[in-house]
């Protein structure tokens, strides 16, 4: 149960580490084409696409070898601060995503299970991290509340979507999860370019 919960951790940092590769100031495209926002307890955030920066993604990719579907969408508000400000969910099925599908992490809870992984986690402006996370193994739906994706379009060029749910912060360190905080996710809505 840890060993996943780090696991999904370790992986949520690598993807965001990858995107931040941009060098340049950032500078905000008022574009309404593409857009990421959502509520955190109340709080409305909007992290509008930047001109100099890729901090706005979704990917969507299938690897032959292990018969898996990925995708994966991410709304930071600068780049060059991965682990503050950014929420992102990674999604791996054998069957791939359809649109108008209510995917959750804890079976029975929405339309869909992913097969594999869904993990959503959320870093705020301090930098802690809170998650929601499923997987195979039964033990760990005790640790999390359902949190909810759904893809509304899905194109070469750009996916479109909303999400929320119940996002946790437990502390790890210690050798068991202590339960440090929770926050609830409302209202989310995207639409990000496709790479």
């Known amino acids: ?36 926002e959502f509520k955190v307890n109340e709080t409305k955030l ?14 969507l990719s299938y690897d032959g070898k292990t018969g898996h579907h990925t995708i994966h969408v991410a709304g930071m508000k600068d780049l060059h601060q991965p682990l503050k400000n950014t929420l992102s969910f990674i999604m791996v099925d ?7 599908v ?44 359902p949190a909810f994706i759904e893809f509304t379009e899905i194109t070469e060029a750009y996916i479109v979507g909303k999400f929320s749910g119940t996002l946790r912060w437990y502390e790890s360190s210690g050798g068991t999860n202590v339960l440090k ?8 809505q995207f639409k990000v370019p496709r790479y």
């Open 94 to 100: 054998q069957t791939g995503f359809s649109t108008r």
């Open 102 to 145: 209510n995917y959750c992490n804890i079976p029975g809870a929405g339309a869909s299970f992913p097969s594999f992984m869904f993990t959503m986690g959320y870093y705020d402006a301090n930098g802690q991290l809170y998650s929601a996370a499923g997987a195979g193994d039964q033990d760990m739906f005790d640790l999390y509340e």
């Open 1 to 36: 149960m840890k060993r996943f919960f780090n696991t999904s951790s370790m992986m949520l940092f690598i993807v965001l580490a990858f995107f931040a590769c941009s060098k340049n100031d950032p500078q905000t495209d008022r574009s309404p084409d593409y857009y990421f």
């Open 46 to 59: 909007e992290y509008p696409m930047q001109k100099a920066q890729i901090n706005l993604t979704g990917t």
């Open 181 to 188: 905080g929770t926050v609830v996710i409302s209202n989310g």
